[in-house]
């Protein structure tokens, strides 16, 4: 199996059989190359749908003249219980390639991934900055992005450092600040109405907005409280019992007729 960087003629290879719509896997066995080798290669390069060769063989470039990062460290969260260091990189290129698409800015995203992918998720800016390779600064401006999303929090440790949290309840809590930041585009929308009539075209456009949103605010937050609701509720202690379910208090009890006397 050949070593080494990818040659400029392997990225143009890699380039056609995206274009062919052949997988990772299939381009890095015509290849003689690693898996994860093909998907680092796209992912820090534009994607499956933005990889060009000759863009991907410049920056790879530029990026060997810059200073080398230093080495990882080989106790770092992300390497931990025996898992394949290489495997965990590849796949948080990825996790991160995918938030960037979803909308999340670059840096913060990278922040957001390193977080998800730590045992504890738990890490402090120093932490942060040495696992990413980048300044403080860079760590604080995407802390400070994701706590106004709702996505992180911040705890002091034992040692009172600043510690950024990612926990099971921080997805739910981001769904609830978009559902409000939602809603008030809805209060603002339906202002609009005011301002421009009810009767005219400009106006009902607003109210189209104003309706349109509202609904998706209300579903958004319904559907935020009953998803922790169900993932939150612990199965039952005895194995044949059936799962842990409060009853309504109009709910009839076994062999009891429907309240309103239908069979």
């Keep these: 199996m050949p070593g080494g960087r990818l040659t400029q003629q392997e990225r143009q290879q890699i380039a056609l059989g995206l274009a062919d719509g052949l997988a990772y896997a299939e381009i890095a066995r015509r290849l003689d ?14 994607g499956p749908t933005g990889y060009r060769s000759d863009l991907a063989h410049r920056a790879t470039e530029h990026r060997a003249r810059r200073k080398q990062p230093a080495p990882r460290d080989p106790k770092a969260p992300v390497q931990a219980h025996g898992r394949d260091a290489e495997a965990v990189r590849a796949y948080e290129e990825i996790f991160t390639t995918v938030l960037i698409q979803s909308g999340t800015p670059r840096m913060m995203a990278r922040v957001m991934a390193c977080l998800c992918l730590t045992d504890s998720g738990s890490l402090t800016a120093s932490e942060l900055a040495e696992h990413l ?4 600064a860079s760590v604080s401006k995407a802390i400070a992005f994701l706590d106004g999303q709702g996505l992180v929090r911040r705890e002091r440790d034992e040692r009172r450092r ?10 739910y809590q981001s769904m ?19 301002v421009l009539g009810s009767g005219t075209p400009a106006g009902a456009r607003m109210e ?14 319904r559907a935020a409280e009953q998803a922790r609701a169900i993932l939150s509720t612990k199965p039952a202690a005895t194995s044949g019992a059936a799962p842990s379910e409060a009853p309504t208090p109009d709910a009839p009890g076994p062999g009891a007729a429907p309240p309103d006397g239908s069979a």
């Design 33 to 46: 190359r690693p898996t994860s080798t093909i998907t680092r290669e796209v992912m820090r390069n534009g």
């Design 133 to 136: 390779q980048v300044s403080p």
């Design 162 to 171: 600043e510690r950024y949290v990612v926990d099971d309840d921080i997805w």
């Design 208 to 221: 189209g907005i104003a309706r349109f949103l509202e609904f998706v605010s209300e579903s958004t937050a």
């Design 176 to 194: 609830m600040a978009s559902a409000r930041a939602t809603l008030h585009i809805v209060e603002t929308a339906r202002q609009g109405v005011g």
